[in-house]
């Protein structure tokens, strides 16, 4: 039993494998947050320590008692109204502009399974590792502010997560307003934290941050209608100084791909609340008699170091969150048209990638942008889905057909949220636009946003984009967003006079994953990769929907790097789109050697984005290699543990006396530990630098492995090129004193070692 509710002792506790969390029902009703960190027996109520504090308020039912207040017990579901002045997670006004909340607890259910919630996406039980889950229901009513909240819990034991959601429901007769609602918030009683979160800009998305918390709140998240380049739905509260394999780190995303908060509060008596949601700014939910809402979903979860919560939301996501016909099949390796020829091309110049990447070993050919309406820049044409056969030069069903007979399956892009304002669909529908009556919009690359947040509108761009592809051989969709959502407004007639910020971007979030799931419901056999101006949609949420997101538009192997380092906290290697490119690459005019785009693009879904006519002899062979070796590699690269080997800051580089490491590293390793893979890539280079080592993991301490070179550049002269071979090692030397790695001169060179368990006898 994953849910123990012990009545007598008014606790209720969830274990997992290795972790624990327990709350309790006080004396006078309330759900408090007693535990949640390693899997421990016992009665942690025994640790809340009751003092008067002052100017902190006592529930009235606590009589004289003025040790009892909700200021500082730690709280399950924090509400603004019964005395606690710290970051709350609901609040609620009546119609007559009180507000208050006073929650008690009303029943406690336990059942087996997972809840799911209509409309927006939730964490599967699935097959693998399903096994013992179940779902905790925590009822609170305040039968004066007519409210019943539905607290929920589900629990994946054997993945230590759990799963939190709230649902609240008018029980009154009169109108009640939503002006804030978290998913999930948790107190710790005491410790040092710092708040581990993923921020950045269009480009550069999903940079590591650490900040030690002080006294006061920390606050990241979005405004901008979706969850962004910005800041990502997924933080890390940890023990400060906690680094890969050490300090307590709980880790919290959230399945919704809209406007979030997460925050993080230390407050007067050192105790910390972490919470997340969707955000409350512009927010207010009205609630009419019987009606209710409920929240998005957010993932919880605790190990100790960085490493353990990874590799827990990598398997999360793999076989409990993307939704895949064959989980763990190989992904086409593709090649895209957008850094190869942008707008400029036609038909034959597409039919003609095809048959190129056919010729290299790929898989597919995407037609990025400018297929389509008045497409030959981004001024126009946005909402026009329908084939431009005069610049094709053909039906877009030959198009497939041709791209099929070539070899290789045929892939599409699209954006169906946005709008030019010179487009047909813009002149017969403008009131679909997010405008403002009275005012002109704000612009962003030329285009607005449509109104999904109205179900005529979904279907309108929906039943245009499937019936121009119904005939279409397609294999592939990519689905792009590229503007942040503004101005606001639904024209929907029972809206108009009212308008409900909060609520519309809701419902457009929802009406996002409306969209998509009318795409999958005509094209089933049809793979979607999510995109936003590259990484602006990376969340949870979306890959329940699009089993891979195109990481960034900044496709510098170097720049990536760090990128890759980021999402690779929380997001698995299968769900990044990662692809090699041209060089001087076009972001940042850096040249890379073509060894180490494939090497950084391994640790993702792996493609090309380039013309491959302008590619010599040389490199095409390579290519061919590269594709052979991403085949091979496979499930080690996508169902093997993947762990960081560079320190989250950098460790002190005696080459240059900074703390910025001279490499980034990574490792793919079998579940079984026969064999494993690392990458490694080097940022920087120096005259006469000290030795390098790279510590392995996860491998077995008492075998021997055999290691092998599987690349280089190439293009160094024959004299710096390194032996193929490497000496052999045990998995404890690899991975306590580390390997020297062979020094190679060169900018931007890399290595990628094969290391295989010898047979008994062998190495
Ligand atoms: C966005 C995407 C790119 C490309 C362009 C096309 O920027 O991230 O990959 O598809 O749009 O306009």
Redesign the pocket.
Known sequence: MAILYDKSGQRITLHTRTTTYQMGIGPYGHLLHYYYGKRAEGDFSACLSYRDRGFAGNPYDAGNDRTYSLDILPQEFPCYGNGDYRTTSFRLKQENGVYGCDLRVKEVRVEAGLYTIPELPTVYAGTKEAEGAETLSVILEDAAANVEVTLRYGVLPELDVILRANTVRNIGKHEIVVEKMDSASVDMLHGDFEMIHFSGRYGTERLMQRTRLGEGRFTVGSLRGESSHQHNPFAMLCAAGAGEDHGLVMAAGLLYSGNFTISAELDQMGQTRFALGVSDEMFAWPLAAGESFTTPQAVLCIGEGFASVTHRFHDLVNHHIVREKQPGALRPILLNS?EGCYFDFDGEKIIALAEEAAELGMDLLVM??GWFGKRDD?CSGLGDWKANEKKLGMPLKELGRRIHEKGVKFGI?IEPEMVNEDSDLYRAHPDYAFVIPGRKPIRSRYQLCLDFSRKEVVDCIADRIISEFRDVPLDYI?M?M?RSVHDVFTHAPEWADRQNVGRTLYRYVLGVYAFIERLHEAFPDVLIEG?S??GGRFDLGMLYYTPQI?LS?NTDAIERLQLQYGSSFVYPVSTIGAHVSAVPNHQTGRVTPLVTRAVTAMAGTFGYELDPARLSAEEKTMIRKQIQRVKQFWNLTHDGLYDRLSAPEGEWNPADGTHDPDYMAWQYTARDRSEALASVVFIKTHCNAPTLYLKWKELDPDATYRLHLEDQNRELPEAWQLPEELPAMTGAVLMEMGMPLPYQPGEYNSLLIYAEKAKDGQG
Do not use: I, P, V
Request: glycine share 16%; hydrophobic share 25%; charged share 45%.
């Open positions: 957008w990025d942008d981004d892009w990519k792009d590229n995109c101006g590259g195109w538009d």
